[in-house]
Antibody, heavy 124, light 113 residues
Framework: QVNLVESGGNVVQPGESLTLSCLTS????????IHWVRQAPGKGLEWVAV????????HYAASVQGRFSVSRDNSKNTLYLQMDRLTTDDTAFYYC?????????????????WGRGTLVTVSS | DIVMTQSPDSLAVSLGERATINCRSN????????????LAWYQQKAGQPPKLVLV???SREAGIPDRFSGSGSGTDFTLTITSLQAEDVAVYYC?????????FGQGTKLEIK
């Protein structure tokens, strides 16, 4: 079955960097864009970033633009979220999410599978 | 960016009664290529990732009970749960997937009265 497992969450200090991983299985990763979504403890969901199926196209939320970078290694079935210059506002659970892929049109839409998330805490 | 606004922020409904959650976008999320609205609803229970409930504003995902239904088009959408069950207690989010950045509503906390 489809599975996404995030890892790499940790406690870091403001200004530090951290890289999260998302290991996937149960589907052909190279066909899918993959998104990152975060959720501060007790707060709502915030879309963070997306990387295209081949890694050549990326998009970011304004709140992380210039500090976060998404990449992927399809041969390892793994996605990465590199987070630099972290602030306390980046404290959150980080989820990777797979979109539904319409094979007839090639479009990808809503998130139909999510990982369980990994917690990043930025604190001095 | 498209702003999604849900109402109410919280809701308490008696078991067996109807719950209604609204979601409004500040611009249309209608996708002309398939004549559908790019609006999904998610259910999130404590300590769990979001679970997909409805897509294209009104289509239930596999395994979702038929007491869950969605309506609306363009900019105004509604999630309705008829005959509320205890297991429906959760936070519900709408999501627009019409354009990047994808945006969520702020969430509606549904509780039992």
């Amino acid at each position: 079955q489809v599975n996404l497992v995030e890892s790499g969450g940790n406690v870091v200090q403001p200004g530090e960097s951290l890289t999260l991983s998302c290991l996937t299985s149960g589907f052909t990763l190279k066909n899918y864009f993959i998104h990152w979504v975060r959720q501060a403890p007790g707060k709502g969901l915030e879309w963070v970033a997306v990387v295209s199926h081949d890694g050549k196209e990326t998009h970011y939320a304004a709140s992380v633009q210039g500090r976060f970078s998404v990449s992927r290694d399809n041969s390892k079935n793994t996605l990465y979220l590199q987070m630099d210059r972290l602030t306390t506002d980046d404290t959150a659970f980080y989820y990777c999410a797979r979109p539904f892929f319409d094979t007839l049109t090639g479009f990808q839409y809503y998130f139909d599978h999510w990982g369980r998330g990994t917690l990043v805490t930025v604190s001095s | 960016d498209i702003v999604m606004t849900q109402s109410p922020d919280s809701l308490a409904v008696s078991l067996g009664e109807r719950a209604t959650i609204n979601c409004r976008s500040n611009q249309s999320v209608f996708f002309r290529s398939n004549n559908k609205d790019c609006l999904a609803w998610y259910q999130q229970k404590a300590g769990q990732p979001p679970k997909l409930v409805l897509v294209w504003a009104s289509s239930r995902e596999a395994g979702i009970p038929d007491r869950f239904s969605g309506s609306g088009s363009g900019t105004d959408f509604t999630l309705t749960i008829t005959s509320l069950q205890a297991e429906d207690v959760a936070v519900y989010y709408c999501l627009q997937y019409f354009t990047l950045p994808y945006t969520f509503g702020q969430g509606t906390k549904l509780e039992i009265k």
